[in-house]
């Protein structure tokens, strides 16, 4: 289903693409990375896996990327993360299993900040919460505030990665690994120790501020940070079937 929803009650300036798989419940919905869309590998995989064993899900973009209206450079963290709750709110009903990819697991944790009562568990591929602290050089930083924006080579694209001073603030505005993070659910974090993008300590260290007793961890020894090959994306599907299982 293609499908555009209504205007946000919150201020939004752009209508936002989605797919629905319906099916039983949780939701499953998928969270993309950083300039990703919801047309990558790992979307795909998750939708044709809950479509063969009849699983609702939900895949979509976010304002400026992909299918969706808008320019790339003109949203933030906290806008996306107002896409997805949009998601949650007038697209799907009833629990919701969030599948969040590098900064789309970042996002999904503040989805579940807040909307705690809609959540049955969390797996995060490669999670990248407060990624605007750690993954930038003093430099980057430096180049943020006065410049305004900077460009990377991207190892995924022809066209280079841009950052706006707009969106390193928004996410500096919006970290979570300070402390306890109020995660009640089943969660499963994937993550792959050739990891050029997230280290893979830092989920180790998400693990341990999660408030859940039901964390488990899978590193994966030469995995990188698309973490798209078959193996993979078997044990990313083996993580949400888990979380499924504990949802019902």
């Not at 479509?51 to 790339?72: L, Q």
């Not at 591929?125 to 006065?146: M, N, Q, R, S």
Request: one cysteine or more; hydrophobic letters at 45%.
């Amino acid at each position: 289903m293609t499908d555009t929803p209504p205007a946000a009650p919150a201020p939004a300036d752009a209508r936002i693409a989605f797919r629905v798989t319906e099916g039983a419940g949780p939701t499953i919905l998928f969270l993309p990375g950083y300039a990703s869309d919801m047309h990558g590998t790992k979307a795909l995989a998750i939708e044709a896996w809950a479509k063969e064993n009849g699983r609702a899900c939900v895949r979509f973009d976010y304002r400026g990327c992909g299918e969706s209206e808008g320019s790339f450079e003109d949203y933030t963290l906290a806008d996306w993360r107002d896409d997805a709750l949009l998601i949650v709110d007038q697209v799907i009903e009833g629990p919701v299993l969030l599948v969040g990819s590098s900064m789309g697991g970042w996002i999904a944790l503040l989805v579940a900040k807040a909307r705690p009562d809609r959540i049955a568990g969390f797996v995060g591929i490669a999670p990248a919460p407060d990624f605007t602290d750690w993954g930038f050089t003093a430099e980057d930083k430096t180049a943020l505030l006065t410049e305004g924006r900077i460009e990377k080579p991207s190892p995924y694209a022809d066209t280079p990665t841009v950052t706006t001073r707009a969106f390193w603030a928004s996410g500096e505005a919006n970290r979570l690994m300070f402390g306890t993070i109020p995660l009640a659910v089943p969660a499963r974090l994937i993550q792959g120790m050739r990891d050029a993008e997230v280290p893979w300590e830092r989920a180790c260290r998400l693990v341990q501020l999660i408030a859940a007793d039901d964390v488990r961890t899978v590193l994966i020894k030469d995995g990188d940070h698309r973490l798209s090959r078959d193996a993979d994306i078997a044990i990313i599907l083996q993580a949400i079937d888990e979380v499924v299982a504990a949802a019902d």
